[in-house]
């Protein structure tokens, strides 16, 4: 992308404004977090004491970087309708499974990160061996939602790249390093709403301009895309569709391994439910979370689609006719000011809740689980929260500088899924086995992540370096991350029998069937009403997904 | 589901949960405050410039005045966020309830 002149959007002072605002705001959230920080628990889980509406909102939107939003605005103009698969059924399954399943394990072991499961369930190599690979992962996707902000700002609004990129990291480092996941979660609840402010009139406008629903539908049957841009599931039994997948890809691949390794292992989430004040509002968390995420692809799909029938030439290789600027195309050309302030705000919003959220999983991975489980143990708690402020100080200017490893891909989004199939599917499998199978040994539970995760790696690069061929970067990561799936299940099932297992009373609280998982022990007055009963919320959050595809189908 | 007997023991998480004593969490403040704040600010800012919109922005925006209605509706939605704490506030710090006297 060049200079971007032709995406630059007319902000008045009073956009500015409304930018400022925000901005200050979200320091004064930071500052304001701080003096409920007293120990290490206070800074990296919120002293375990949030409501499960705040941890919800976090949940989903610690998921809802601009990434997400410009990139799922961008598939809906390339694919359609099937896009909606990324949050129906690749997302709100295994959110509801994350809630009634795994939550009890993990909340009720206490233990502080997703790693640090690992280390109570396998063994010392296995936790070292995900820490760190977590914390890798956490400072490249922090470095790529950097660098996406900076060539939006750029394009949107003239800021030079280094002025967008060391703004946009020092306010997160800002109300981090003050306020730790306090000030985080609280800042991505605000997010939530503001995004939400941004994008709805984008689409409200847009479907007038096309007019409304049956006007969309007919422009859609006339463009490129054509009919099958209104289906989620026509042909699917070949891949002769928009998105060039079989339903078997959609249900297993997506689905299932891609969508339940994100999800259910990822700790950049899961941190949000360990915050929660109390088991039920923990298992809540990704629940709560689950009923925004039906209805968002409203707001980037449908975007998306007016985006493809209006913009003439969009879907350009290159220049400001990409896909990734479908949003960004319409609010230049239908926003006043005024709207147009909160729109570009929502965007930087959501550039800093994802960002956030990898940086508040990094601080709390890198000094619970790599310093004070291997560098430096038996320090004060005041030690380690003061670790953990530095940690946070690294994380972003790591970030900075992994901000233009980003730059050589051409779709952010298949980058991203590209990185989280080659971490999360194995890990998912490890998780899962470990979760439901007494007798997985340490070794085994070592083995299968490693091996997993070399399978999907080296997969990717031979993919990268032209050894393999698929349709699409997509494909690929649903293969790598099926076959990293498969490859620890089998490595699984062939160390375990050889080495020996762990003794019962370890694996209490953290296997299926040991005991020591404790539901009701810190219930809250008002807990127990029907509405609030995890398992009745998941089973209707996932029907309303089955129901929601009716109409396109 | 099966209730016996206490998770698996660490010493490392043991310790934060002792630290956990000291913690300061119950002096959070209330998020709906902040965002009932928030929105009540961009509510009456954006409802302003709404009402007076040229005829080119109201144009540009296919005719819609979007500036009002997005305006009102920020506005409203601030003041339920003010409304819903001002009715019920955060639920008083959690009562120790570890043994519900069984």
Known sequence: MDDGGGLRLNMNGLDYLILALYFVTVLGVGFAARRAIRTSVDFFLSGRSLPAWVTGLAFVSANLGALEIIGMAANGAQYGAMTVHYYWIGAVPAMVFLGIVMMPFYYGSKVRSVPEYLRLRFNRPTHLLNALSFAVAQVLIAGVNLYALALVMQALLGWPLWTAIVVGAAIVLAYITIGGLSGAIYNEVLQFFVILAGLIPVTVIGLVKVGGVSGLMDAVRDSKLGEAGLHAWQDTGTTANPLGAHWIGIVFGLGFVLSFGYWTTNFAEVQRALSAKNMSAARRTPIIAAYPKLFIPLVTVIPGLVALVTVKGLGAESGDLQYNNAIPLLMRDLLPNGVLGVAVTGLLASFMAGMAANVSGFNTVFTYDIWQAYIRRDRSDEYYLRIGRWATVGAVVIGIGTAFIAAGFSNIMNYIQALFSVFNAPLFATFIIGMFWKRMTALAGFWSLLLGTLVSLSLYLLYKGGVVHFNSDLEESFWGAGLAFATAVVVAAIITPLTAPKRDEELRGLVYGMGGVDLKGDVLAGDAAWYRSPVLLGVIAVALAALFYIPVF | ?102
């Open chain 2, 1 to 102: 589901m099966d209730n016996q007997g206490q998770p698996a023991q660490d010493p490392l998480i043991d310790e934060a949960q002792e630290e956990q004593r000291r913690s300061a969490a119950a002096r959070l403040f209330d998020i709906r405050r902040v965002i009932g704040g928030l929105f009540v600010a961009y509510g009456v800012i954006v409802t302003l410039i709404g009402v007076f919109d040229s005829r080119a922005e109201i144009d540009k925006a296919e005719g819609v005045r979007i500036n009002l209605w997005a305006g009102l509706v920020m506005l409203a939605f601030g003041l339920f966020m003010l409304l819903w704490q001002w009715l019920r506030p955060a639920e008083p710090p959690a009562p120790n309830e570890k043994d519900p006297g069984s």
